[in-house]
């Protein structure tokens, strides 16, 4: 043990005390939130291709108005990629460490994200093209990948709660323990959006607008204060 490099041993599975569960070796975080940017990134520039220029002349203004729901869609969902991004940025501030497990669960937030563009151009193409029906199939598509980008959140909490050695020295895993109902909250509320887009359509796609606002304006976190530590779960 005594000719292994320092950051080795302090890498060995179970962390330095063996108190936490083996998980792998341990890794700064800084690439991980590399290519999640990048992923953030290319998401947020290819929502903006399903907007069109008008192809025929003399209806211009006309053809500019009809595809509305396209750029409430792009709105909705620029807000929310961009929501996912603070939000992702201001979890990493409260991880010192990775290895595989989180990995993983970053990488399944990742997919979700990087599925978004195309319920978005389905959105569009059912209010400018389609019938009700369409809308509400549209919409509920739409509500489904929400739904499973937060429970995406709730895994990546429900593990930093259980792992804490993978934590910064200011963060506490009682944050992330609380953090959770904040996913749940997510789950359900695009659920609810879904179930009412079944039957007003234009509801559910406002109710999708607005709930990024709520995953914006709880970015920094629920107000959970544990002992010693302030209202963003970190120690004071």
Sequence with gaps: MADLPADARQASPGGPSGSDPPGGLLAESGRVEAFSDGVFAIVITLLVLDLRAPAHRGTLLPDLLAQWPAYVAYLASFAYVGVIWVNHHQLFTRIARV??????????????????????????????????????????????????TAATWLLLFHFLARTPRLLAEEAHAAFFAAERQRAVAGVALYAASGLCAIWYPVAGLAIACVLPVFYGVTSAGLRWRGPGRDTAGKRC
């Design 99 to 148: 290895n595989v497990g989180l990995l993983w669960r970053n990488l399944a937030l990742l997919l979700t994200t990087s599925v978004l563009p195309f319920p978005t151009a389905v959105i569009g193409s059912a209010f400018q093209l389609g019938d009700r029906g369409d809308e509400s199939a549209a919409l509920v598509f739409y509500a489904a990948l929400g739904a499973t």
